[in-house]
């Protein structure tokens, strides 16, 4: 007789119910929300430039790359800080006990964890029909269709992100949990992604870009889609149009300079690949940027 299996009770440390909202927000240096309760949690995390965060009675001012929660029922507001901010924030339920070692917690966001952060945004947005800039939003809304299990995955990302970073907690100190160098093809890939940023305003030709690096154009094109899920061309114009985004906030210039400066063959052009890219033209994205909260 063969012996029994038994079957292993899995722990579930940390259980996400309910997620409430998701925000990716980019204002302008003006921006200003005055503050809230709520009885759920939040989290807040800089994606370029500084906030001034209020929480109860204390005053924090969070850099790019920082990460803070927000229990439920503590005040909390948020204004840009010389900068014209973007940051991402999703609200979500959870009663697990562990959750508790997240209150008044805020820190640098270890680089090999905005992988979380940024898998949360695109199931996010390809799960719910998410308005731009709308701090009003109180209910999500589920598109008709969408990619199959992607309320799961943002479930299942959000509770990873959040075990990691209490056994971060926990043992005070990360050098464990991640290797201390990348990988030669995930630095290759870094480097391309770079390069790629800082010369924005440059016009982009990939067999450049490889002649720079030293690769051929298959290897990089096939490495670069595997580790990132898109092309190298895609990738270089959603760089060029995060830039004209900074200059339509910035104010400096009008569309037909800043497609210029950024090397597109005309504004005409430009604005159908910024709003191919954003969902909006480059007017409406200005338009949005002038929201104040009450």
């Known amino acids: 007789m063969k012996d029994a299996y038994v079957k292993t009770q899995l722990q579930n440390v940390i259980n996400i119910s309910k997620i409430v909202t998701v925000h990716y927000y980019e ?28 929480r109860d009675d204390e005053e924090l001012v969070l850099s790019q790359g920082e990460i803070i929660f927000h229990a439920p029922n503590e005040f909390h507001s948020i204004k840009a800080l010389d900068s014209e901010p973007n940051f991402f924030v999703v609200s979500f339920v959870c009663n697990s006990p562990f959750i508790s070692y997240l209150e008044k917690y805020h820190t640098v966001l270890n680089k090999m964890l ?36 992607g309320e799961q995955l943002i479930k299942t990302y959000l509770e990873q992100l959040v075990i990691i970073l209490i056994r971060n907690i926990l043992k005070k100190s990360d050098t464990s949990i991640f290797p201390s160098k990348e990988s030669m093809e ?78 597109f063959d005309n504004p005409q ?26």
């Open 269 to 294: 052009y430009f604005s159908r690949v910024f709003k191919r890219i954003t969902k909006m033209t480059p007017t409406e994205f200005k338009e949005s940027l002038n929201f104040k909260g009450e």
């Open 27 to 54: 204002f302008d240096k003006n921006f200003v929300f005055d503050g809230e309760t709520h009885d759920f949690w939040e989290m807040v995390y800089i994606d370029k430039g500084r906030v001034q965060i209020r």
């Open 114 to 149: 905005h992988s979380f952060i940024a898998s949360i945004i695109a199931e996010s947005e390809n799960t719910y029909l998410i308005p731009k800039n709308d701090p009003s939003l109180k209910k999500l809304v589920k598109r008709e269709e969408c990619l199959f299990g």
């Open 186 to 263: 995930n630095h290759l890939i870094s480097t391309a992604k770079r390069i790629i940023t800082e010369k924005s305003e440059q016009p982009f030709r990939v067999s450049k870009l490889c002649a720079e690096l030293g690769y051929s154009k298959t290897y990089l094109s096939r490495l670069f889609r595997e580790q990132t899920g898109e092309t190298i061309a895609s990738f270089a114009v959603k760089q060029k149009i995060k830039l004209a985004k900074q200059l339509i906030r910035e104010g400096n210039y009008n569309f037909a300079q800043i497609s210029d400066k950024l090397s």
